[in-house]
């Protein structure tokens, strides 16, 4: 049983256009909603993270929106740049998920063209 | 400076085979994870572990084993390889005891022809 859907599989934006993904999750426990970036070749890195009692967090191009009633969160990419072109991963835990393991969401495949 | 490193980068080995991942973290982290990738860039948690406990998800062959000669270390051992264990793994650590980043090594990719 997935845990965490994520949607779209793959994603293509103009250059300047706004990406946006969206993840929805199960299991009403979960406290921490992280989100990482892998380009091709590497392994992920964190990009931005969110907890629950916030609706919004911002990093530069980058926020995370977070809708506890409809257990969903989005990340939403401004001004996306071709550099910006990576797999993107959602994923969830948490304190009682035995040493906080992840559970990630299946991936979007964001390609940003010029 | 690497945080977190694997050896090999590659791997192919034939159906049977017993092979080892390597997995080294500088950061002082006291929690390590193993997460296999597969063709279709899913990641999916094998273990954890900190020297307090190891956790093992539910669905992983006991012919994967994590060996931990100490807190720096937490290598993948994996028995008679099979096709479906072609893959890219990657080793991840994190520390203390609340929600803290995963730190992610460049992964290990395994061909088993």
């Known amino acids: 049983q997935q845990q965490v859907k994520q949607s779209p599989q793959s994603l293509i934006v103009q250059k300047g256009g706004i990406s946006i993904i969206n993840c929805a999750y199960e299991?009403?426990?979960?406290?921490?909603f992280p989100w990482y970036q892998q380009f091709p070749g590497k392994g992920p890195a964190l990009l931005i993270a969110?907890?629950?009692?916030?609706s919004e967090k911002k990093e530069g191009r980058f926020t995370i929106s977070f809708n506890k009633s409809a257990k969903q969160f989005s990340l939403h990419i401004m001004d996306s740049q071709p550099g910006d072109s990576a797999t993107y991963f959602c994923a969830a835990t948490y304190s009682g998920a035995g040493s906080y393991q992840l559970t990630f969401g299946k991936g979007t495949k964001l390609s940003v063209i010029p | 400076d690497t945080a977190v490193s694997q050896t090999p980068k590659y791997l192919v080995t034939q159906m049977g085979n017993d092979k080892s991942i390597k997995c080294e973290q500088n950061l002082g982290h006291d929690t390590m994870y193993w997460y296999k990738q597969d063709s279709k860039k899913f990641l999916k948690i094998m273990f954890s572990y900190n020297n307090k406990e190891l956790i093992i998800n539910e669905t992983v062959p006991n012919r994967f084993s994590p060996k931990s000669p100490d807190k720096a270390h937490l290598n993948l051992h994996i028995n008679s390889l099979e096709l479906g264990d072609s893959a890219v793994y990657f080793c991840?650590?994190?520390?203390?005891?609340?929600?803290?980043?995963?730190?992610f090594g460049p992964g290990t990719r395994l061909t088993v022809l």
């Open positions: 969110i907890r629950p009692d916030v």
């Open positions: 299991n009403t426990a979960f406290d921490y």
């Open positions: 991840a650590s994190r520390k203390g005891l609340i929600y803290n980043e995963q730190f």
